[in-house]
């Protein structure tokens, strides 16, 4: 099983941008179909972006779709997540979640391995 480390989140001013980066160990990162993921204090975590293994196909969440990325890179095991414009209603622990799925999930069941997180703030 592949084990998952988040680094990047932060504090950032409205409008701002930052990059999360997940690396990935353990077995061959190629064949994951890759999640970041989000949860808010007293909310439920919620699919923000994902990225398939075949034909590294996307997917976002409506409220950030434009303004967030996801790209991956296999030669360093490690998926990013460019955010810009960002509102304070990011504000978030950011997951990153992998599983060896065909087609982007959006679910939190479909993903079996997750990382610790990163927290993100945006400041108004």
């Known amino acids: 099983q592949v084990q998952l480390v988040e680094s990047g989140g932060g504090l950032v001013q409205a409008g701002g941008s930052l990059r999360l980066s997940c690396t990935a160990s353990?077995?061959?990162?190629?064949?994951?179909?890759l999640g970041w993921f989000r949860q808010a204090p007293g909310k439920e975590r919620e699919f923000v972006a994902g990225i398939s293994w075949l034909l590294g196909r996307t997917d976002y969440a409506s409220s950030v779709k434009g303004r967030f990325t996801i790209s991956r890179d296999n030669a360093k095991n490690t998926v990013y997540l460019q955010m810009n414009s960002l509102k304070p209603e990011d504000t978030a622990v950011y997951y990153c979640?992998?599983?060896?799925?065909?087609?982007?999930?959006?679910?939190?069941?479909?993903?079996?391995?997750w990382g610790q997180g990163t927290q993100v703030t945006v400041s108004s």
């Open positions: 979640a992998a599983d060896q799925t065909v087609a982007v999930r959006t679910t939190t069941r479909e993903y079996d391995t």
């Open positions: 353990g077995r061959p990162f190629s064949t994951y179909t």
